[in-house]
């Protein structure tokens, strides 16, 4: 299948933009289901089910990391046996995920006690079955993505974070209602987790059924292994670097825990805290992250071919995909840096609020840290040098746990050690990531001059906003006056990027080029 010069502009463009929109809805409806969540469970629920979850993803990401890209390589270079390859791929990677979750079932118990936090085995057990469908999923979502569905598949994304929504609730109010214990109704309510993926992965194989080119074509059982070796073969280098990634949300999981169980605080204190700190902070966190990263995304394809090409256009390239990470990442941060408290009063319980606003104000400063590491990782791949994510991820892991080790233990940090190994892991892997550019390409990423004007822009827009935020606040309340701080920073914050040309018409033609798949660069 070839595609025509529009035909890939148009792909490329929207197809980020698709994605980019989807996983922004997604993570909204996470945010929407965590606050009716946090008041059904509490905290101490919270920390049951979230103390699932955060192992439960780590064996979600084993079944689905590599699988899409690894199917989009593989039909993308043989089209004609597109469908044949994903009839292999639904196989070796159905056997794959039924594996996985007995697995997930057999270590359970010894993970539920590891962890500090045994009642959390129910929730563990009753997400384990949606790794089955999550693992087909993945297959179909990448032969989708090859035949440049995209579309078809930020729906089925919607689909599962809808579905875990409105079922996870109906079930959690149900056993609340009758009347069963905390930890009982965290597992009731993590199936909406796995009904979540049976209707997405249902609208896939709808979603599928007239893409591609009809073939009939059946491989032999030689063939097949050779479909499958390859598959297993790109699909898990892939796999180990999105693990080393997720390290950091297990790393948390033991060392909270157990560091404040340590430090004297009890067992229900400390899964209340845990559960506070992953229901508020995280996933503020996470949804400001899921805005920076489809920058790199979209970037990706003219950093490859500049790079291959023109130097020159490659340092250009870069430099305009740090540019509007920058101007991306500022505001957000600053904005949870100076409103944390008042940010997360807007969804949750003052209460809550206040003790989940101190985590949020730390993990706002390593924002700027992820968003430079997200981009410079990905001109590294771009270079061709894909190992190098992996080895700064596994420094930053490695510091992640020394300083987490250190602080959480101390009772002055507590949670708060937490956060800040966060900070600090990213960090240093950014230091990592730039260093081992610099040594093997001699490639100097323009990281400091990119984020020096947004950053200042932003913050002074964020700082004058608290006028607008003092004065409504008192005639209308708090919740009004946070509302109105956003509105005034951003008004701001838009009209400062124009006066001091950050955005201006020749950048943004030239932002448009280079995230366009074009055969010029």
Known sequence: MTLNKSDRRGTALGGALSLMLATVIV????????????????????????????????FYLICTAGVPKAIMISVSESPSLGKSITRVAKSAFLAVGAATTVLFLLLSPPLSHLIGNPSSIYTMIAVAPSIIFIAVSGVVRGYLSAEHKFLSVSISQIIEGGGKLVFGLAFAILAKRLGMPLYAISAFTILGVSLGAIFGLVYLLIAARGVGEKSDFRFTRSERREVMKKLYSVSTPITVSAAVMSLTGLLDLFLIMKGLISSGVSRESANALYGNYTTLAVPMFNLAVSLIVPVSVAFLPSMTRAYINNRKDFSEVCGLAFGI??????PLAFGMMMYPREILALLFEDSGAAIGSRPLLVLSIGLFFYAALTVTNTALESMGL???????MLVGCAVKTAVSVLLIRLPRYGIMGAPIGTVASYGVSLLVSVVYGAKKCKEKFPIISSFAKPTLLAFSSVYLSKGAY??????????????ASIGVSGILYLALLILFGILRGKKILKMSKYTKLTGEI
């Open 27 to 58: 993570k909204l409806l996470g945010v929407i289901y965590k606050v009716p969540l946090s008041y059904i469970l509490g905290d101490g629920g919270m920390g049951y089910f979230n103390s699932a979850y955060t192992v439960y993803s780590f």
């Open 470 to 483: 003092f004065a409504v606040k008192n005639m209308f309340g708090e919740a009004a006056g946070t509302l």
């Open 325 to 330: 990470t920058a101007v991306l990442t500022a």
């Open 386 to 392: 894909v190992r190098a994510p992996v080895y700064s």
